[in-house]
């Protein structure tokens, strides 16, 4: 049961023009959302987080939006940038109590952006 | 500050042998996890610790032991690997929630590679 889905296992786009990134999710408790950036042989690095409450969270060329009725978020990245190719994974986690900070993953998106 | 470390890098088992997985961190954080990751597979929590001297099982915890003898190391352990077993290992720490919301995310190790024939 994938709680947790990236239906796009790779995406190519031009240097210079908008990476759009989806995740779908079927649990309607998760409370927070991250994105996470890894390259070869290293481990995931965090990316964007946004909260349930909200429906948009900017950081710099990065910006996640949420839409909860749907249960949807997306990564933009504007404009895209040689270094951002990597795989991206998006991730998800409730609160619950105390001691349950779990994150369940996606199955990641490659994104290889073309000079 | 080495943030997330893991030992070791890469190695190479046969069928049926041990081995132990050391993830070592310097952030005093409280939560500690193992995942691997696995082609078309994301990333999947093997088992993981809210603190020093407790243990919990994730999503796939069969075929692993994990031991939380101290805060700062987590041990993964194969007492008997198995192809299936061939991956790449990651491990992961965390503080804890805070009162306002989610501050922090999780810090990952740059991973062990495990290759079991």
């Known amino acids: 049961d994938q709680q947790v889905k990236q239906n796009s296992p790779s995406l190519s786009v031009q240097e210079g023009r908008i990476s759009i990134l989806n995740c779908d999710y079927t649990?309607?408790?998760?409370?927070?959302f991250l994105w996470y950036k890894k390259y070869p042989a290293e481990g995931p690095t965090f990316l964007i987080s946004i909260s349930s409450i909200k429906d948009k969270n900017e950081d710099g060329r990065f910006t996640v939006f949420l839409n909860k009725s749907a249960k949807h978020l997306s990564l933009h990245i504007v404009p895209s940038q040689p270094g951002d190719s990597a795989v991206y994974f998006c991730?998800?986690?409730?609160?619950?109590?105390?001691?349950?900070?779990?994150?369940?993953f996606g199955t990641g998106t490659r994104l290889t952006i073309i000079p | 500050n080495a943030g997330v470390t893991q030992t070791p890098k890469f190695r190479v088992l046969k069928t049926g042998q041990s081995m132990t997985l050391l993830c070592a961190q310097d952030?005093?954080?409280?939560?500690m996890y193992w995942y691997r990751q696995d082609p078309g597979m994301g990333l999947r929590l093997i088992h993981y610790s809210v603190g020093e001297g407790t243990t919990a099982k994730g999503e796939v915890p069969d075929g692993y032991n994990v031991s939380r003898l101290k805060k700062q190391n987590f041990l993964l352990g194969l007492e008997s690997a198995a192809p299936s077993q061939t991956s790449v290992y990651f491990c992961a720490t965390f503080r804890a929630r805070l009162a306002g919301g989610l501050t922090e995310t999780q810090y990952f190790g740059p991973g062990t590679r495990l290759l079991v024939l």
């Open positions: 649990n309607s408790m998760f409370d927070y």
């Open positions: 991730a998800a986690v409730y609160g619950g109590r105390f001691g349950n900070e779990k994150l369940t």
């Open positions: 952030m005093n954080h409280e939560y």
